[in-house]
Nanobody
Framework: VQLQASGGGLVQAGGSLRLSCAAS????????MGWFRQAPGKEREFVAS??????YYANSVKGRFTISRDNAKNTGYLQMNSLKPEDTAVYYC??????????????WGQGTKVTVSS
């Protein structure tokens, strides 16, 4: 599976962005999809994941971010609302077994940068 993340950019605190993750290659529906992020100087961390219908979120984004997928379009999404400066990071989409752990994801996109100004 090849993944292409997009939709990042610069936004003011309180604003919104929607990230997209376009998949090609193997059957997208065979995999769970996850979003992770990595801030400068920090380790990559779990943000959200979605399997067929179940969704999971990191506590830091619960209630503000929404993960979804459109299997007909082979695309996943991360709607980010009420953004905070601490959300600033490079965001990566991934496909795999689906969990909060990086090691359970076999395929990774290239990352898209999100910057939230205060």
């Amino acid at each position: 599976v090849q993944l292409q993340a997009s939709g990042g950019g610069l936004v003011q605190a309180g604003g919104s962005l929607r990230l997209s993750c376009a998949a090609s290659g193997q059957t997208f529906t065979a995999y769970a999809m996850g979003w992770f992020r990595q801030a400068p100087g920090k380790e990559r961390e779990f943000v959200a994941s979605i399997s067929w219908s179940d969704t999971y979120y990191a506590n830091s984004v619960k209630g503000r971010f929404t993960i979804s997928r459109d299997n007909a379009k082979n695309t996943g999404y991360l709607q980010m609302n009420s953004l905070k400066p601490e959300d600033t990071a490079v965001y990566y989409c991934a496909a795999g077994r689906g969990s909060r752990s990086l090691v359970d994801y076999d395929y990774w996109g290239q990352g898209t940068k999100v910057t939230v100004s205060s």
